[in-house]
């Protein structure tokens, strides 16, 4: 007889026989320190209901290919885990944060945030790999004229310095943002 299907918010330690139908609701590949990658995804079930999945370094050329955002499928026999890494991934699609909430240390710097401003100033770049990873640096400014620091690492900076343009203003949304204190590059 055939597993029934649970439900994410069901999902808890005390076995390993689970079966759910899940959508990718967001999808990215983790570099650590030695240079070895994951995959960390947002899967949604039905209900709406969210849980943030790795997939390990050993598992990742295998199951690659077979995951997309926005693909839908089932996922049986894996391992729930409790979340008590450093940085967990926000319970809702978008959670905009005020820059003033961010600069005051009011918003938890250990949940992925989501920001969204207009462009104001280039900072210090990095675009050559070397000792330094690739990294632009620029400010944003909300609606109330309030400047944030950002980040932009690696590909993510390199595709931002292409679609820039002196054309008008350009608006930035960032999702799944970390928060950190500035360095002095900015």
């Known amino acids: 007889m055939a597993r029934p299907l649970e439900k994410i918010k069901n999902l808890n330690g005390s076995k390993s026989l689970w079966k759910i139908d899940v959508r990718v609701v967001d999808l990215w590949t983790v570099t650590n320190s030695k240079s070895k990658q994951h995959i960390e995804m947002v899967l949604c079930d039905k209900e709406g209901d969210r849980i943030q999945v790795i997939l390990p370094t050993e598992f990742k050329d295998k199951f690659k290919s077979r995951i997309a955002e926005n693909a839908t499928f089932t996922l049986q026999d894996f391992e729930v885990e409790k979340n008590d890494m450093t940085i967990k991934v926000t319970d809702h699609q978008f959670s905009f944060k005020e ?28 675009t050559v790999p070397g000792s330094r990873k690739i990294q632009i640096n620029f ?20 595709q931002f310095l292409k679609s820039k343009s002196d054309s008008g203003p350009i608006v930035i949304l960032l999702h799944n943002s ?6 002095s590059y900015l």
């Open 178 to 183: 970390k928060i950190k204190e500035a360095t």
């Open 139 to 158: 400010w944003m400014k909300d609606l109330k004229g309030t400047l944030l620091n950002c980040t932009l690492w690696e590909d993510y900076g390199l």
């Open 99 to 126: 820059f003033d909430e961010i600069k005051k240390g009011i918003v938890r710097p250990d949940v992925l945030i989501d920001v969204i401003g207009v462009f104001h100033e280039l900072g210090y770049t990095q």
